[in-house]
């Protein structure tokens, strides 16, 4: 399910990195072929395909979520330039850029103070998710041992409710499994290849009805955009604001020293928290970011303009009270 790979993606910048570096820099994908089974409450099959610059996904299953049952059947191709992400039941499909080397150029135009407090705002992010969800270790990860998957031997790490195995001679995940709040799910490769597919694999499928994704039509200024958020002190702030409001909340505990049952308010509470992860929209996320960062830049400057009018009001009425000169 690509919904995890996003989470992946987003749990992996919200982590401390590593020596300053870019977090949006692009690693070069191998060639090859993995099929998987799906199983929790998500059940069916997926394959990803890479030929070295192309990365193409394909999903069939149930999923069963909130009292409900939803068959799904997704395409999703991801270009040096592009992203493709198709429902193939609905016969719709979205296409949008690759954020991903917009960011990275955003991040390297940051000056070296705001750099480090995109990294700060990061690292404090990441262990505000660690606080919340019990994520202990989460950084490293503890090592479970090797186990085979397909053939291939991989080596086991927990991180949290999130276990994974990765392939010992390649980066490839071969098992993942995951139990957070209202959300199981599990991944289990069953066929490894290290051949390219066929070029043609790659074609969007037809009489899909693609349309260019209304939140993504300007990548390298939505881009700026959400960078400077990342980066800025009014994040810092509000992320400062937060762990205080979480170490309070965190602070009661009952009398055995466990948290406090919910209350049907928080127990209603977690509940939007999981509509909210189930049906996050990284497109409107950036757009929000950035329309936000923009309106804070934009309130700045009319302070700054106000405060330089009263300056000048101010120097306008001193000078017609200028003391005379004696002679």
Request: aromatic share 6%.
């Amino acid at each position: 399910m690509r919904s995890l790979a996003l989470s992946a993606t987003l749990l992996a910048i919200a982590l401390p990195l590593a020596a300053q570096s870019n977090p949006w820099k692009t690693l070069k994908v191998g060639k090859g072929e993995i099929t998987y089974t799906l199983s929790g409450d998500v059940t069916g099959t997926s394959k990803t395909s890479s030929d070295g610059d192309r990365v193409l996904h394909q999903q069939t299953g149930t999923t069963k979520m909130m009292g409900k049952t939803s068959n799904t059947n997704t395409w999703s191709l991801m270009t040096p330039d592009s992203t493709w992400t198709a429902d193939l039941n609905k016969k719709e499909g979205t296409v949008a850029p690759n954020m991903l080397p917009a960011l990275a150029k955003a991040y390297d135009e940051l000056d070296s103070d705001a750099k480090k407090r995109l990294h700060q705002n990061m690292d404090d992010m990441g262990a505000m998710m660690s606080r919340m969800f019990n994520l202990a270790g989460v950084n490293a990860g503890e090592k479970l041992g090797t186990k085979t998957y397909a053939g291939q031997e991989c080596e086991e790490r927990k991180f949290g409710p999130f276990t994974a195995c990765t392939m010992t001679k390649a980066p490839i995940m071969l098992h993942s499994q995951m139990s957070l709040m209202c959300f199981n799910y599990e991944e289990t490769a069953t066929a490894v290849s290290f051949s390219a597919p066929a070029g043609d694999a790659f074609t969007p499928p037809a009489g899909i009805a693609w349309k260019a994704d209304k939140n993504l039509q300007k990548p390298d200024s939505m881009a700026k955009g959400f960078v400077l958020y990342l980066s800025s002190q009014q994040l810092a702030d509000s992320i400062a604001k937060a762990k205080g409001q979480l170490q309070q909340t965190q602070a009661g505990t009952s009398g055995n020293g466990q948290p406090p049952q919910m209350t049907p308010e928080q127990q209603a509470s977690m509940q939007k928290a999981c509509d909210a992860i189930k049906n996050f929209d990284m497109g409107k996320a950036l757009a929000d970011a950035t329309n936000q960062m923009m309106k804070e830049i934009v309130e700045s400057a009319k302070r700054q303009a106000v405060e330089s009018g009263k300056e000048a009001a101010t120097s306008k009425i001193k000078g017609l009270f200028k003391k005379p000169k004696i002679p």
